[in-house]
């Protein structure tokens, strides 16, 4: 295979945070000592208290602990301590929709921060309670995240493009005793209900409050007693309450996120205090490179992972300045990005593969319009990159001055575990390259066996990390199940990985049930329950295609109810009904009506073959043989062919 190699340009090397002498040194020191390298780099953080004990746990028991003994407060090392030097530094620059902005000082973020606090404390929010925040991008989504961190209760930040019956289900499932909303939100010039998902999700549910924040002023359903608005809750309470910082475990929980697996429901995965924080923390020194010069900006929302670790926690903790943005890459324009990163000389940006590959088919001459000078290093996530979009990331908008990081990691890592860090060996379109401090990636077969040198087979984690999961929320026996069992003493991380001859990693896609379109981790099984919910479906089976833009795109084949005529008008409704049940992202682009789905003597459906019939790929279909009905094959290919698209 031929190797494409890109070395980062000299100014870069010299002026990075880590040379590969050092990066050798650490990552050695990580891995055979651990309790030592993590002591010294916990140092990095603020303690109320110093920890008596660096890690006990393993992965026979899911049993895991860092820091014991230590307390300190995640929301005091992103903004208290930084007030002293850096009070009136810009911490957060918001973008709204329309090109309108705000900028918050680290001194601002303190006292918007101690306000929520306040509210929510007057709320009678403790320690340890969970709060479910549905916003869309605005600042008070840093503000509530922030406030939650700063009074020990638990967020559980929900995406806004779930819906309704997504977000009943993670209410349903962490009983949060508050839910902070806004009236509305705004896209592509539109509004959008908010306030209205929530008011449906509590159906059946009670709620002492919903926090609502007015960001449109759209018209909206109030049932009072319950519901409160954020301004005037603010303006009426007393804002000495927010101050005190809440002093914390080092294992106390930090957040739960929801995320999906191969089973149908979503897992609320749980991270703590102190291991979190100081994986954010150092990774984003390193693989961001972070300088205090620097604007940086994650295009991510802060609903997903990302936007936790590297929107908010990573970069804060640091004192740094990042961006907020409420908008979208094509709104009004696909000029928007670099049009922001003109506005505000953006030197560090993070991205994801699917939104370079929709801006390099809108053409150059977006990205020329702008002069992208300031940029320094560019990041992607979410996905594996392909070459050629990597290639237009680098020549293009970089123009070859800006080293790329393709950083691999996942919800429940918590941080980055595998990138390049171009300072230290060079970038390989494609590939997230190498292990990160304390990762200890290994690729391991079917039967659980070691492969050594070149290889492929299931990527796993050897060694417990600081910001790993610790564990799925109201689920004891979930972490060690889904986790640690397959393979005894590995992480799984559910994904495929190749190995090349210089030990570069190439994450090939996930090995479970779990799709990633456009960068979102969606169950099949998940589009599967919603499918068979719909009034006309019976059964359903839910698999990936490859798709120009998104990665990947969800092909769904599914049987109507007897009587029922297939037809393009249903196969739309059913699209329609997903988006209503999960969220507009998890729409399936095919359907395909089909008389019979192929199912195995046993009974469970050969998604394999599946597979290969969405993609039409009809020759060299595997072995079909314990098909139950082998005729099914020529019918699913032949109704292949009036398969619906959705737009
Ligand atoms: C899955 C995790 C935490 C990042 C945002 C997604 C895929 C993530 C890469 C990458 C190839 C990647 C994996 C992983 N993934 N980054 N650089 N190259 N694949 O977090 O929703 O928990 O999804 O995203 O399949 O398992 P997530």
New binding site residues.
Partial sequence: MSQELYDAPNSFIQNANIDKATYEAMQTAALLEPDVFWAQQAERLTWFKPWTQVFTGDFSTGEINWFTGGELNVAYNCIDRHLAQCAQKTAVIWEAENGEQKTFTYQMLYDEVCAAAAMLRSLTVKKGDRVIIYLPMIPQLMFTVLACARIGAVHSVVFAGFSAESLHLRIKDCTPKLIITADGGYRRGQQFAVKKQVDQALDAINIAHVLVVKRTGQEIFWQSGRDLWWHEQKDNVDLNLGIHAEIMSAEDPLFILY??GSTGKPKG?LHTTAGYLLGAHISFYYIMDYKPTDIYWCT?DIG???GH?YLVYGPLSHGATTLLFEGVPNYPDPGRFWQIIDKYQVSVFYS??TVIRMLMREGDEWVKKYQRLSLRLLG??????NPEAWRWYYDVIGEKRCPIV????????GS?M??PLPSCWPQKPGS?TRPFFGAKPVLLDEAGQLLTGEATGYLCLAQAWPSMLRGVYGDKTAFYQLYLSKFPHYYL???KARRDKEGDYW????SDD?M?VA???IGSAEVENALVAYPLITEAAVVCVPDPIKGEAIYAFATLQKDVTPTAQSAKEACEWVAMEIGKFAQPSYIQWTNALPKTRSGKIMRRLLRKIAAGEYTDLGDISTLADPAVVELLISESKSVYKSK
């Fill in positions: 995320t999906s995965i991510a997903w992972i990302t670790t994801a593969p992607t996530v979410g996905e594996p990159i393709d950083t691999w990691w996942q919800t429940e890592t980055i595998i990138s997230a991380t559910g994904d994450i090939i896609g996930r779990v990633n960068g979102h981790r």
